[in-house]
C-alpha cells in the first residue's frame, strides 16, 4: 500500500484477537448507496469476517449504515458482500483457511489512488488468551521503555 491511500476504516478488534499470517489487498463489490455511506465514512469492520464460498470471497457483518438520501434505493445495511480477488489469490487464501484455526478477517477499509473502495483481507490464526496477555505485556514494556528513552533524552 501506498501512504496516499485514504484510511477509513480499521479493524482494531482482529489485531488483539488474532495473529496475521499473511494479508491480501481486494476490492469490494458495492451498491450506489453504500458507496456514498463508505465516502462519509460510515463503515464498521467490527466482528467482520469472510468466508470462500463457489469460488468466490464473501464478506459477512460489515456495518455500511444506510445513506440518507438514497430513500427506497438502500440495500441492508449487513448483506454479505463479494470481494474481488484473483483465481490465484482465492485459491491461495482457501489452502490456508482449510487449517484449522485460520480465517479470513478484514483489517482495513480505504481508498486506493484511484478512488476505489478497497479492504486489506487477512490471513490469520486465533490467539489463546494467554497469548493476549503476552501481546499486551510486552506492548506495556515497549511504552515503558519508550518513555524512559524519551525522559532521559530531555536532560
Known amino acids: 500500500m501506498k501512504e496516499t491511500n ?24 458495492l451498491k450506489g448507496s453504500e458507496v456514498k455511506s463508505v465516502r462519509a465514512g460510515k463503515i464498521n469492520l467490527k466482528d467482520s469476517f469472510a468466508r470462500i464460498e463457489n469460488n468466490q470471497v464473501i464478506l459477512y457483518n460489515v456495518y455500511i449504515s444506510p445513506y440518507a438520501q438514497a430513500s427506497y434505493l438502500n440495500v441492508e445495511s449487513t448483506r454479505p458482500r463479494r470481494l474481488l ?7 491461495k487464501l482457501a489452502t490456508g483457511t482449510s487449517q484449522r484455526g485460520f480465517t479470513l478477517v478484514p483489517l482495513k477499509a480505504y481508498f486506493s489512488q484511484r478512488g476505489f473502495v478497497k479492504i486489506e483481507l487477512a490471513l490469520c490464526k486465533g490467539k489463546r488468551v494467554y497469548d493476549r496477555r503476552e501481546s499486551l505485556k510486552r506492548r506495556e514494556s515497549d511504552l515503558q521503555i519508550r518513555r524512559a528513552l524519551e525522559s532521559r533524552r530531555r536532560k
Open 85 to 91: 480477488l484473483h483465481k490465484r489469490q482465492i485459491g
Open 6 to 29: 485514504k484510511f477509513i476504516a480499521t479493524n482494531r478488534q482482529a489485531q488483539r484477537d488474532y495473529t496475521v499470517v499473511e494479508s491480501v489487498e481486494c476490492g469490494i463489490e
